[in-house]
């Protein structure tokens, strides 16, 4: 999972055109270090557009094969399994990453947002008219990464230590699940005190923060912004995933 910094949220959140320039540059940099090590490998990535809070957040969850493809003795492709995923190897993929993001972002040129997307912009600081929201917890207690397999700075965070085995079906199905999963599970919205609305985390905050609580009109403006542009592909395939990449055609969308 790829997670961008707050200054450059808002542009993606709106400009559908550069969200799926920076989607494909991060699938093909993470393609490029397989390709490396062993061979041709597949990606599935999704794009969520929110964080557990429906707060507007752009962000990349990519489903991989932890391998890559070679030809075998008979000439035939076979799938080969990558021996050993580093720290260091994450920390390399997340500065070339940032690095290719950064020039796409430098050579674009955004126009001024329209006026009828100024709440979604809104939505990425929690500002009203996105907010106000309260957050409702436990005081904070120590957090720890999950584990080496982590990179984060300046705002660009690459976690690489969620991984299935090729006799975990169910771990495959639940990396699927994630990438494929709507913005926020209707049983974790519920009525709050006061009229409000609380949004119930699936997972604490660093914070301690449990819930969030705000007022309606607030939950619809962050629902607004969780709605992806017309025309705009949220699952993309690449590598061995889809038709034609032997042809020399990298990408494909669903």
């Keep these: 999972m790829l997670t961008l910094p707050y200054p450059i949220r808002h542009r993606l959140a709106y ?7 920076v989607t494909r540059a991060f699938s093909s940099v993470v393609l490029a270090f397989y390709k490396k090590r062993l061979g041709v490998s ?7 557009r929110t964080s557990s809070d429906l707060k507007c957040n752009p962000h990349i969850h990519a489903v991989l094969l932890d391998g890559g493809y070679v030809n075998g003795p008979s000439g035939e492709p076979e799938l080969q399994a ?18 290719r993001i950064e020039r796409i972002l430098s050579r674009e040129r955004d126009a001024e947002p329209a006026d009828d997307v100024q709440p979604l912009l809104t939505s990425v600081t929690g500002q009203p008219p996105a907010g106000p929201a309260f957050k409702r917890g ?6 720890f990464s999950k584990g080496e397999l982590c990179a984060r700075l ?11 085995g090729a006799e975990d079906d169910a771990g495959r199905e639940a990396l699927l699940r994630d990438v494929l999963r709507p913005p926020i599970a209707q049983e974790r919205v519920v009525a709050g005190p006061d009229g409000l609305v609380r949004i ?34 949220t ?19 669903a």
Aim: charged share 25%; net charge positive; with cysteine.
């Design 15 to 21: 400009n559908a055109k550069l969200l799926g320039k």
């Design 42 to 48: 597949g990606c599935i990535a999704g794009v969520q």
């Design 82 to 99: 990558l021996a050993h995923l580093r720290g260091r190897d994450v920390a390399d993929v997340r500065v070339r990453a940032r690095k």
């Design 138 to 143: 436990a005081p904070p207690e120590p957090t």
């Design 154 to 164: 300046e705002g660009y965070d690459l976690h690489a230590a969620t991984r299935a």
């Design 200 to 233: 119930v985390l699936k997972k604490r905050f660093s914070d301690g923060t449990l819930a969030v609580d705000m007022d309606p009109l607030s939950l619809l403006m962050r629902l607004c912004a969780a709605v992806p542009a017309p025309r705009f592909h």
């Design 235 to 253: 699952v993309r395939y690449a590598g061995s995933f889809i038709r034609g990449a032997s042809n020399g055609r990298p990408w494909g969308r």
